[in-house]
């Protein structure tokens, strides 16, 4: 599976539900949540691999990681564009 668009944002309670640490608390938490819940599953039942959800975690991070490189890009082209009229 191939992560194209983020999930919908998590709710707090949501968050809280699933223990989603702070650090992980962006646009990708509905993945983390996911992953979080299939290792439990495992720790209770070996025969359970949660390789595919947590490449899906990586895979929505590092989408977001470019997403928000291109923001600070175009940001900063912006920035400078004002700074030089």
């Known amino acids: 599976m191939t992560v ?3 999930p919908p944002l998590l709710s ?15 646009r990708c938490a509905a993945y983390y949540a996911l992953y979080k819940i299939c ?3 495992q720790s209770a039942n070996s025969s359970i691999v949660c ?6 975690w990586e895979e929505c991070e590092n989408l977001d990681f470019k997403r928000r490189q291109q923001e600070l890009s175009e940001l900063k ?9």
Do not use: I
């Open 77 to 85: 082209k912006t920035m400078k564009e004002e700074s030089s009229a």
């Open 12 to 26: 707090e309670e949501d968050l809280q539900k699933y223990k989603v640490p702070l650090k992980w608390r962006d």
């Open 4 to 6: 194209t668009e983020f």
């Open 39 to 41: 290792l439990v599953r």
């Open 51 to 56: 390789k595919q959800d947590k490449h899906s």
